[in-house]
């Protein structure tokens, strides 16, 4: 897939190597487009990009993804420095930024590509992630709302690049689409640190 080289807002590289000690993520909260604006304003983020992740098809077109037929969500990779940035305020904007409970969409935007997912890179941030959902989950049943969380976890599988035009699409486009919209929920990311997961996985 021909696509941008060069981050618009941040001006580093979409693609690798990237810096030494970052980490990668990838996020599914709906249409990528306001997903992807909310990560790249966060001090610590090196680069982000949109593309698709999850399904079947190898390099899919916008297209064909929009069609159901693949198997992909649209998903935001955040490429960040755990030094400046810590996995947990990462997921403290993932949680309250969509919402997790919608199954195959986010509002008005339908279908399998718009499902809420969360891909990890490694064991160790792959049971943060899961302890986060937990967490998370905990936190709407206290603020006595019932909906309960779909958010697919998982080991992060291939990325595609998107087409070159979706790539930080709100910083050409300031008034384009947008439809994030989160729960209303706090997710209390100083609750979550690295030593309460392994202590809790490890006495499982």
């Given at each position: ?8 807002v941040?001006?580093h590289p979409l ?5 030494l ?9 709906g ?26 098809t ?16 649209e ?6 420095d755990?030094?400046?940035?810590p ?16 199954g ?7 279908g399998t590509q ?7 890179c ?15 989950q905990r ?6 709302r ?10 992060a599988?291939v990325?595609y690049?998107?087409?070159?035009y ?7 486009h ?16 100083k ?14």
């Amino acid at each position: 897939m021909a696509t941008s080289s060069v981050h618009v807002v941040l001006g580093h590289p979409l693609k690798p190597p990237f810096p030494l000690g970052s980490k990668t993520i990838y996020f599914g909260m709906g249409c990528f487009w306001g997903a992807e604006r909310k990560f790249w304003s966060m001090a610590g983020v090196y680069t982000t990009a949109v593309g698709y992740a999850g399904g079947f098809t190898p390099h899919p077109t916008y297209e064909e993804v929009c069609s159901g037929q693949t198997g992909h969500a649209e998903v935001v990779m955040v490429v960040f420095d755990p030094a400046v940035v810590p996995l947990t305020a990462l997921l403290k904007v993932f949680w309250e930024s969509h919402h997790p409970a919608q199954g195959m969409r986010q509002g008005n935007d339908l279908g399998t590509q718009y499902r809420s997912a969360l891909y990890t890179c490694s064991p160790e941030d792959g049971r943060q992630a899961m302890k986060s959902l937990d967490l998370y989950q905990r936190a709407i049943i206290a603020a006595g709302r019932e909906e309960v969380i779909t958010t697919e976890v998982a080991e992060a599988p291939v990325f595609y690049y998107a087409e070159g035009y979706h790539q930080q699409y709100l910083a050409v486009h300031p008034n384009g689409y947008c439809g994030l919209s989160g729960l209303c929920v706090s997710f209390e990311a100083k609750s979550l640190t690295p030593d309460e997961v392994n202590d809790e996985m490890s006495s499982k």
